[in-house]
């Protein structure tokens, strides 16, 4: 079994060593910079599976790929650019494209001197729940009484591993994105603090998709009630 590691593991690095350079985007310039900014938290030094220089990075480079393409990294879970939302940990499509192109590409490391500073290590925290905010959970078919200023949202019972879709529908028909959740996961819950809080007036309705999917938090700084 252990003869069949190390085989495999040799086989790999003499891949990697063949590997055609098609590429002018490499790990000194901008990949390290992604990385870091990215998946530093999750991956630093003393992680699991670190990924703070290249040589810990090149042999995952396809699982990079994937899991980013995928968007299961890093776990922010909301839909990018349904709800605007602060310190979005989600990846713009040109961050995409250049994990992309870097892989497919050879991945090269290029000139060791560019890559910058590795970034302390720093736990992972979720925001607080905002103070002085009233709590409404929001179900299928949620109704508000009275107008709400939702500062922030957050998965409350979703099941684990649904995708739900949340939008709030105004007494003017106007639609307002409120979350997005693909493939939820429990250990990478968080709260969404919007850019801009979110007025709704009384007689606003939720919608949730699939309805069945569970409950989440908003947080309002208004009091308000809802019923079904």
Same mark, same amino acid.
């Given at each position: 079994?252990?003869?069949?590691?190390?085989?495999?593991?040799?086989?790999?690095?003499?891949?990697?060593?063949?590997?055609?350079?098609?590429?002018?985007?490499?790990?000194?310039?901008?990949?390290?910079?992604?990385?870091?900014?990215?998946?530093?938290?999750?991956?630093?030094?003393?992680? $699991?599976?670190?990924?703070?220089?290249?040589?810990? @990075? !090149?042999?995952? &480079?396809?699982?990079? =790929?994937?899991?980013?393409?995928?968007?299961r990294m890093p776990p922010w879970e909301a839909v990018k650019g349904f709800g605007d939302f602060k310190d979005d940990r989600g990846l713009t499509q040109e961050e995409l494209e250049i994990v992309s192109d870097w892989v497919e590409g050879g991945a090269p490391e290029g000139n060791p001197k560019f890559v910058p500073a590795v970034p302390k290590a720093v736990d992972w925290m979720d925001p607080a729940v905002p103070k002085g905010t009233?709590?409404?959970?929001? $179900?299928?078919?949620?109704?508000?009484?009275?107008? @709400? !200023?939702?500062? &922030?949202?957050?998965? =409350?019972?979703?099941?684990?591993?649904?995708?739900?879709?949340?939008?709030?529908?105004?007494?003017?028909?106007?639609?307002?994105?409120?979350?997005?959740?693909?493939?939820?996961?429990?250990?990478?819950?968080?709260?969404?603090?919007?850019?801009?809080?979110?007025?709704?007036?009384?007689?606003?309705?939720?919608?949730?998709?699939?309805?069945?999917?569970?409950?989440?938090?908003?947080?309002?700084?208004?009091?308000?009630?809802?019923?079904?």
């Amino acid at each position: 079994m252990l003869r069949n590691v190390v085989l495999l593991f040799a086989a790999i690095g003499v891949a990697q060593a063949h590997d055609a350079i098609t590429t002018k985007i490499t790990w000194s310039k901008e990949v390290s910079r992604l990385v870091f900014k990215r998946c530093a938290m999750c991956h630093g030094e003393t992680a $699991s599976i670190p990924l703070m220089t290249y040589d810990q @990075a !090149r042999p995952w &480079a396809k699982a990079i =790929k994937e899991e980013m393409l995928e968007r299961r990294m890093p776990p922010w879970e909301a839909v990018k650019g349904f709800g605007d939302f602060k310190d979005d940990r989600g990846l713009t499509q040109e961050e995409l494209e250049i994990v992309s192109d870097w892989v497919e590409g050879g991945a090269p490391e290029g000139n060791p001197k560019f890559v910058p500073a590795v970034p302390k290590a720093v736990d992972w925290m979720d925001p607080a729940v905002p103070k002085g905010t009233s709590d409404i959970v929001i $179900s299928a078919d949620k109704k508000l009484d009275s107008a @709400a !200023r939702v500062v &922030a949202v957050r998965p =409350k019972d979703l099941k684990p591993g649904v995708t739900v879709q949340v939008v709030a529908v105004r007494p003017d028909g106007s639609l307002e994105p409120i979350l997005w959740i693909y493939q939820y996961k429990p250990d990478f819950k968080r709260t969404y603090y919007y850019r801009t809080p979110l007025s709704l007036p009384a007689g606003t309705k939720f919608k949730m998709s699939p309805s069945d999917a569970g409950t989440i938090d908003a947080f309002s700084k208004n009091a308000v009630t809802a019923h079904r």
